[in-house]
């Protein structure tokens, strides 16, 4: 039988050193989503955030304009005749699209979420919560958790 098989079942089985050293944990999530800069990174690595777009006058590659910091930023014409007229934020049609709360909980509450936390671990376990002297709201984390079928 060989151990690499796509035919067993997941749990059947033992995992690798390498898959367990891979997996998400808390420390990975600061780590390596634990600024706005990674998130962004990590968002455009994993296709939920475009890097290319063209104007739709111009048909050229727009630029990214720096915006908020919980934000990615807006697309931006550089031709002088349409300027800011066909800016859109970057976030438009995408996952992020009606996302209010920083991205690193954006994150964190996925992670949160595919664990199954309930609300108090959620506050408690929250890895930005001393930095940003505040905890998430009960609706944030809410939307989160009542999917999740816990809270
Ligand atoms: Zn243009």
Redesign the pocket.
């Known amino acids: 039988m060989s151990p690499t098989s796509d035919d067993e079942p997941y749990v059947d089985r033992h995992l690798y050193v390498e898959e367990i050293i891979s997996m998400w944990n808390l420390s990975k999530i600061v780590r390596e989503l634990g600024n706005r800069d990674q998130c962004v990174a990590f968002a455009e690595a994993q296709g939920l955030m475009p890097t290319e777009k063209l ?1 739709r ?2 048909r ?1 590659p727009m630029l990214i304009a720096a915006s908020t910091n919980r934000s990615f930023g807006s697309w931006v ?1 550089h ?1 002088r005749t ?1 300027k800011r007229k ?1 800016k859109v934020a970057r976030t438009n049609g995408t996952f992020f699209e009606n996302v209010k709360i920083a991205l690193i909980h954006v994150f964190y509450l996925i992670y949160a979420f595919a664990y199954k936390m309930d609300y108090k671990t959620v506050l408690r376990e929250d890895p930005f919560k001393e930095e940003k002297q505040k905890c998430l709201s009960r609706a944030t984390v809410g939307d989160c958790t009542i999917t999740a079928g816990s809270q």
Request: glycine share 0%.
């Open positions: 104007c006058t111009h050229t014409c031709k349409c066909n």
